[in-house]
């Protein structure tokens, strides 16, 4: 009865705490890629203090928990992590190609194997360090995330160990892995694949930062300075976070990741506030930048003091949330009429899909597959291009901004100087240059020239025809100077119907024949007055050749006597001034 009574108790109370059966994981036939993730037993240890003498024991071993669901995904837990696995290994295997044990995860500050040795009756255990703060050379491979060997004399029915400490003093790393079989040429043909694929990242990144690096060189912007800084930075950040800073030996610059994410942000928002000019267009938004940029050096604090956990938290917070705030900026410049934002705007929808997806992964929402994992790089490799190709537009549309303003200036300038009736330059600019060109002439010793026009009969033709067909007269007579001087003399309207021609380097004789040529084209010009009615006028000219001392003021003076001569003499004809 009392034995009955045992049997029961034990079946009731004891079989519920014993250790869950893991199944064996099968190593035989293709290894490109077996993941350890459904076989494996998960034991969390919050306190950091259990040994491999504490778990292995009856009371821990119970303890376990199945894992049983795809990839680890543990968010930011900063749990220590013991897993525990049998292999049943074909020898075939280990003897063909070599058996190794990956762990995609670069930052785990610590990472342990234990494998079992030896027999059932005489168990032991060989403890491997495999990341890059306790690697154990002989036993792992050295490459940018643990790898360890496994030997071909290893008992199918004895557990593995591993232990995973994701927390130290100055570094957290988000618990989210893959663990995997995999064969040596497999594993040479995936680090080959991996590694190009870096190399990519890093060449497009260079070649944006170097391309930017002499643009601004010759442009002299603060804008192009902290593009070249962000893609510097993120270029770091992808650099530490892949792994390679461990395969290059510098293993202790792990702990520089969230220095350099942070400092991205921080010049990714100055970029943006710059580009955008936000500060004139988005005040609000820049108000919220400038909240970012605060917080990204909240991280920098936290992991200076040493809470790495709250710096890791904080910077996944703020790289799901900057992002988006900058694809809000570019919306609404867009939107403003800013047509370099459309390339901002596509650069920065690039990050923000490859952030969700790595701030997503990091949280333990997405697995840890190598397309989202790597989404940071991909979409920084392709905001990093959009970024330069709207710096590019930006110099676009300053260049034809400042060509419109050029114009605009340049049109306001002849407004200023022209006489709008003839398209001749007006009284103002002509008694400018007569001046500048007087005081040429008697520098370098070369003649110059001064012709005066005036219509004949002007004011009886007005009488007679009306102002507008008198303003048909005036408008005539400013085609034919235009047409009938040279490229360099100076054609100008003196008021009401008197007009003035500056010959430089042209002597007298030279300035009589320019004048006759006008005097005989307008003679026989035909002026439509009226769509059915057509008129001829004559015009009266005085020349003048600047004399050695004379100022402007006696040139002008003394080719307009001898207009006043050519009019008593009975108009339509040139004089000479003595």
């Known amino acids: 009865m009392l034995s009955r009574i045992l049997t029961v108790f034990l079946i009731v109370f004891c079989l519920p705490f014993s250790a869950p059966a893991s199944e064996p994981v099968p190593v035989g036939g293709d290894l490109t890629f077996l993941p350890i993730d459904r076989q494996a037993d998960v034991l969390f240890d919050p306190t950091h203090r259990l040994t491999f003498r504490d778990i292995s024991s009856p009371e821990y071993s119970r303890r376990f928990s199945p894992h049983k669901t795809q990839g680890f995904n543990f968010g930011m837990s900063d749990d220590a992590i013991w897993l525990r696995f049998k292999l049943n290994i074909k020898p ?22 234990y494998l079992p040795t030896g027999t059932a009756s005489k168990s032991s255990y060989s403890e491997i360090g495999g990341s890059y703060r306790n690697r154990t050379q002989d036993q792992t491979l050295q490459y940018r995330y643990p790898v360890f060997k496994i030997p071909s004399t290893l008992p199918k029915d004895r ?195 490859g952030v969700i997806s790595l701030s997503l992964v990091g949280l333990g929402v997405l697995p840890k597959k190598f397309f989202f994992f790597n989404s940071l790089a991909i979409g920084s490799m392709a905001e990093a291009i959009l970024l330069s190709t709207a710096l590019g537009d930006r110099i676009r549309l300053l260049r034809d901004e400042t060509w419109a303003l050029q114009q605009k200036e340049r049109r306001l300038t002849e407004l200023s100087i022209t006489d709008e009736l003839t398209g001749l330059f007006n009284k103002r600019w002509f008694s400018s240059k007569l001046k500048s060109e007087v005081t040429h002439s008697h520098r370098v010793s070369q003649p110059l020239s ?95 050749e600047l004399a050695q001392g004379e100022t402007q003021a006696q040139l002008f003076e003394r080719a307009d006597r001898a207009l006043y001569v050519a009019k008593q003499k009975g108009r339509n004809r040139i004089e000479k001034a003595d």
């Open 159 to 353: 557990y593995v160990y591993l232990y995973i400490n994701p927390l130290t003093k100055n570094l957290h790393a988000s618990s989210n892995f893959n663990l995997f079989l995999t064969d040596t040429v497999d594993f040479i043909h995936r680090t080959w694949v991996e590694t190009s694929f870096y190399y990519l990242i890093f060449g497009v990144l260079l070649s944006m930062i170097v391309y930017n690096l002499f643009l601004s060189f010759f442009l002299k912007e603060t804008v192009y300075y902290l593009y070249i800084c962000y893609v510097a930075l993120i270029l770091m950040y992808i650099f530490l976070r892949s792994g390679f800073h461990i395969v290059a030996g510098f293993p202790g610059l792990s702990v520089l990741v969230l220095h350099t994410v942070s400092g991205a942000y921080i010049m990714a928002i100055a970029f943006s506030q710059s580009f955008l000019s936000t500060r004139k267009y988005c005040p609000v938004l820049n108000v919220i930048m400038w909240g970012f940029m605060m917080l990204c050096g909240l991280v920098l604090a936290f992991q200076s003091l040493g809470f790495p956990k709250a710096a890791n938290m904080l910077m996944h917070i703020i790289g799901a949330g900057g992002p988006l705030v900058a694809v809000v900026a570019g919306f609404l410049r867009l939107y403003q009429g800013y047509k370099p934002a459309r390339y901002y705007l596509a650069a920065w929808l690039s990050l923000l899909a």
């Open 92 to 113: 075939s295997v280990i003897e063909s190609n070599g058996l190794l044990l990956a762990l995609d995860k670069t930052t785990f500050p610590l990472v342990t194997l």
């Open 450 to 544: 001064l012709i005066i026009i005036d219509v004949d009969h002007f004011k009886k033709f007005n009488d007679t025809h009306g102002h507008a067909a008198g303003d048909k007269v005036l408008e005539k007579l400013g085609e034919v100077i235009i047409e009938g001087i040279r490229d360099n003399d100076i054609g100008s309207r003196f008021g009401g119907e008197e007009f003035t021609v500056i010959l430089p380097a042209a002597g007298l004789a030279k300035a009589v024949s320019v004048a006759e040529r006008l005097r005989t084209i307008f003679e026989t010009s035909d002026i439509v007055i009226k769509p059915d009615k057509t008129v001829t006028s004559t015009i009266s000219i005085g020349v003048a």
